[in-house]
């Protein structure tokens, strides 16, 4: 099992009407195993998939679905 946690960021630079940061993975320990990045325009869209997902425990399935729809969906923008 894995704990997710999104962590937005803002950058210098950052267009308006966007987010940007990054989902850590957890896995037995207490540090960060894993961060996906993700940067977006799709700010509702990403809202709605954030509340879903956030403060969640995953399996390893879950994880690799994750990853590939995070990097299709919400990277870019």
Known sequence: MYFISFIEEFWSGQKPDTTIGRIEVYGDGEYATEEIPWATDRVDRFGEFRER?????????HLEWLRGFVEKEFHGG
């Open 53 to 61: 997902w956030d403060f969640r425990n995953i399996t390893a399935y």
